[in-house]
DNA sequence: GGCCAATGCATAG
DNA sequence: TATGCCTTGGCCG
């Protein structure tokens, strides 16, 4: 469930608390017990994120990727460089969830509860990893392949990246719908079911329309609206996608996504849900007709 | 206690 | 297009 700017916030957790320390790496739970090994008491070098995938590395060029999937999520804990207690990943409730540190001092992690796939530990604190579609070590070669196939991220800050994403949008091959390439990584890496919903919406297009078929500006807006929420996001840690008077009007922090059946911000019309190659599209169909362009 | 959905993606047919 | 992965919290009994 986490979005691309979830993993983005969980890059800077990592990189505050855990850079240039050594860990202590384990799986209670089991299934990373090899993996562990090979990382436990070694550096923490450095974390980065790539749209929906994290991926810290160590000081003996094996890198860890991982990726949360639908409900993967990291807890963390520790003493005051923790900056608190908290953890970043699938919401069980709409909205990221920041749990509220504890004032007690840092007397070591607690036992793991549940599935702890990997935990992560310094004299500081722990980090917990449970429920990842992908947590596995690459060697560079491995990772630069890993990242070669994703598009560009709109919170990664390459000169060209805008120009990327609309070549791979207006690229003739990309026929589909502009809502099943906004959910492609390799069209562009970070997008998720909530984005993709709220950027057709806040750009009025109908998500039906063919990516080759839209006009260069419109997919220069996407992008410049992917970046301006996503950065949002990583700032209020939470997809925050409506503007502050329309949150203080309606209360709703987004415009459709899980707004089916209520009214429209912007028209008179109902908000719809269908389903599009196994993943639900919130839409509006009088702010997203075909050919608003 | 069981069932289901969830901000995702890989693989099979 | 359909299924599997794999985990948790909400909901229903």
Not at 113 to 125: D, F, K, S
Not at 135 to 142: A, D, G, P, R, V
Not at 193 to 201: C, D, G, K, P, T
Not at 248 to 254: F, V
């Amino acid at each position: 469930m986490p979005e691309g700017h979830t993993i983005h916030r969980l890059a800077r957790q990592f990189n505050d608390v855990f850079s240039g320390q050594p860990v202590l790496a384990s799986s209670p739970q089991g299934r990373f017990s090899s993996g562990a090994e090979k990382i436990d008491g070694r550096l923490l070098v450095s974390a980065h994120a790539h749209g929906k995938q994290l991926f810290i590395s160590f000081d003996h060029e094996l890198t860890l990727r991982v990726h949360l999937g639908l409900y993967g999520a990291w807890d963390f804990g520790g003493d005051e460089s923790f900056r608190g207690a908290s953890s970043i990943g699938a919401p069980r409730r709409i909205g990221e969830r920041e749990l509220a540190a504890s004032d007690e001092g840092y007397c070591g992690p607690p036992a793991p509860v549940g599935a702890v796939r990997l935990r992560l530990q310094t004299e500081h604190g722990w980090a917990d990893l449970r429920g990842p579609s992908a947590c596995e070590l690459l060697t560079e070669q491995e990772l630069v392949a890993q990242i070669a196939k994703l598009g560009p991220d709109p919170l990664r800050d390459a000169a060209d990246a805008g120009q990327q994403f609309g070549r791979n949008v207006l690229a003739k091959k990309s026929a589909s719908a502009i809502a099943g390439l906004l959910m492609d990584q390799s069209v562009v890496a970070g997008i998720g079911n909530i984005y993709r919903a709220e950027l057709l919406f806040r750009n009025g297009i109908d998500p039906w329309q063919p990516g080759s078929s839209l006009q260069p500006g419109q997919v220069a807006a996407l992008w410049a609206d992917a970046v301006l929420l996503l950065a949002r996001g990583v700032q209020a840690g939470k997809i925050i996608t409506t503007e502050r008077a329309e949150q203080r009007s309606s209360g709703a922090l987004n415009y459709v996504y899980q707004r089916q059946g209520e009214r429209c911000l912007h028209c008179p019309q109902t908000v719809l849900m269908t389903e599009l190659a196994g993943r639900k599209l919130y839409y509006c169909p009088g702010c997203q007709q075909p050919g608003n362009s």
